[in-house]
């Protein structure tokens, strides 16, 4: 597939706070995983009264407490769909994640493990994060997954899903209506950082290229006006710009 540009455009419309779209103080609380401040997201959740979480919330604070309470959170059972050596690179990303969302190693620390991790399990890998990240995509589309990697800062983004159809959508802007591409990605094995570190309550909800947009199917309910305006129309103006 294309490759992404280094900054998701999504990241800066919307890290979709879904599940909790009724629960303000529980929106708040997830706030700091998106600066990198995972601890202090587990210090907001915990400190929620139970009886103020909304019937969605309260699964998804339970998790993100289990999660980052276990003494190895990478080691969750992956997809089943994935195979062994591509769970494996999954799991490297989450140790990353982990690592640099919970403050146990330095940006420093964390890219050279993580660096590390793919001279083991990538053949041939080049020289460098970057490059060996990248190298991480070609290895999944190579088993037949699309992947998504880039960074979202601050951190390496690592995306992959099974499903994608592509259409063509006219869409109606203040200049003009735009015949755009638009590209349904479903089938999620990671949704990326951010819903790693909140249970896939948050997460990219889609992304432009210079081909039209991507749009992340479980982010919406694609009937809502909330998907035509904040997804659609803004990133349809931006690909039309």
């Known amino acids: 597939m294309t490759r992404p540009p280094t900054r998701l455009l999504a990241a800066?419309?919307?890290?979709?706070?879904?599940?909790?779209?009724?629960?303000d103080d529980f929106s708040s609380a997830l706030g700091p995983v998106f600066q990198g401040d995972l601890p202090q997201t587990l210090a907001r959740l915990k400190a929620l009264p139970e009886e103020s979480l909304s019937a969605k919330a309260r699964p998804a604070r339970a998790c993100i407490l289990a999660r980052f309470g276990a003494a190895d959170p990478a080691s969750a059972p992956t997809d089943p769909r994935l195979p062994a050596d591509l769970a494996?690179?999954?799991r490297a990303y989450r140790r990353y994640w982990t690592a640099s969302l919970m403050h146990t190693r330095t940006a420093a620390e964390a890219d050279a493990a993580l660096s590390g991790d793919f001279g083991r399990l990538l053949p041939d890998a080049p020289a460098g994060l970057d490059a060996r990240a990248e190298a991480s995509v070609a290895f999944a589309e190579q088993r037949g997954w699309h992947a998504l990697g880039g960074i979202t800062a601050p951190l390496h983004e690592f995306l992959l899903w099974k499903e994608q159809t592509t259409r063509r959508e006219d869409v109606a802007l203040p200049g003009g209506t735009v015949a755009v591409s638009v590209s349904m990605l479903d089938g999620f094995a990671s949704l990326g950082w951010g819903a790693w570190g909140t249970c896939d309550v948050a997460h990219t909800g889609g992304w432009a290229t210079p081909q039209g947009l991507m749009v992340v199917v479980p982010g919406w309910d694609l009937s809502s006006e909330r998907y035509r305006v904040s997804l659609l129309d803004h990133e349809s103006q931006h690909f039309s710009d």
């Open 88 to 90: 494996a690179v999954l």
């Open 12 to 23: 800066a419309v919307l890290a979709v706070l879904a599940a909790a779209a009724s629960a």
